[in-house]
């Protein structure tokens, strides 16, 4: 069952402009991580943020986490065509026993050139 | 590149057939995960294995069965194979036990005729 649902399913901006991607999960989360998947080709790991911390930043990546609103956003500034790719969202909820990390079905995001 | 190994990229087969996908994990890391990926259901975890047990299951069918050898390689089983059953189906892995940041390959395309 999915956790994590992104919003917009799909975002087309121009090469330049910054893109901002939202996850909203039901449960308490442990972590949630950000992927990336180009097309046909397995997901790369992009951020982990805990369930302490409130925002982090990795390059041109901006990931910020509202545990009381239960989501997340991901920003992409300075957007490249090379970012075009679908990200999702993945959430580990706490639990006493080993719970599986979520992926929610992404959001397809295009940049044009 | 990963470092995760899935082999093999593409396969096709006919209903009612078994199959047979490969994956060999990172170098070090001790955590093999499956999931399925379609359009209609997005990326669904089905087993976890770690150093050789069973650690956590999700939507796996009782069709599907997997298994992790001492050498850490893992295979996924698919038996009685459905329409349904086309998907990519990705293998991922990790160093611990609790998922974080997963590595994953590059997929296993499965069609079902």
């Known amino acids: 069952s999915q956790q994590g649902e992104e919003d917009p399913q799909a975002l087309s901006i121009q090469e330049g402009e910054n893109a901002t991607m939202n996850c909203s999960y039901k449960?308490?989360?442990?972590?949630l991580q950000w992927y990336r998947q180009n097309s046909g080709r397995g997901l790369v790991h992009l951020i982990l943020?805990?369930?302490?911390?409130r925002e982090k930043h990795s390059g041109r990546l901006r990931v910020t986490l509202d545990t009381s609103k239960k989501s997340s956003s991901l920003l992409i500034t300075a957007s490249r065509a090379a970012d075009t790719a679908s990200y999702f969202c993945?959430?580990?909820?706490?639990?006493?026993?080993?719970?599986?990390?979520?992926f929610g079905k992404g959001t397809r995001l295009s940049v044009i050139a | 590149d990963s470092g995760v190994t899935q082999t093999p990229k593409h396969l096709i087969t006919a209903t009612g057939q078994r199959v047979t996908l490969r994956c060999s994990p990172r170098?070090?890391?001790?955590?093999v995960y499956w999931y399925q990926q379609s359009l209609d259901q997005g990326l669904q975890f089905l087993i976890q294995?770690?150093?050789?047990?069973?650690?956590a299951k999700g939507n796996i069918l009782e069709r599907f069965s997997a298994q992790q050898f001492p050498d850490l390689h893992s295979e996924l089983n698919l038996s009685s194979l459905e329409l349904g059953d086309s998907a990519l189906y990705f293998c991922?892995?990790?160093?611990?036990?609790?998922?974080?940041?997963?590595?994953f390959g590059s997929g296993t395309q499965l069609s079902v005729l």
């Open positions: 449960t308490s989360i442990n972590n």
């Open positions: 294995y770690y150093n050789g047990e069973e650690r």
């Open positions: 943020i805990r369930s302490n911390e």
């Open positions: 993945a959430t580990r909820s706490w639990n006493s026993g080993n719970t599986p990390l979520v």
């Open positions: 991922a892995s990790s160093a611990g036990a609790t998922n974080e940041k997963l590595f």
């Open positions: 170098s070090g890391d001790l955590s």
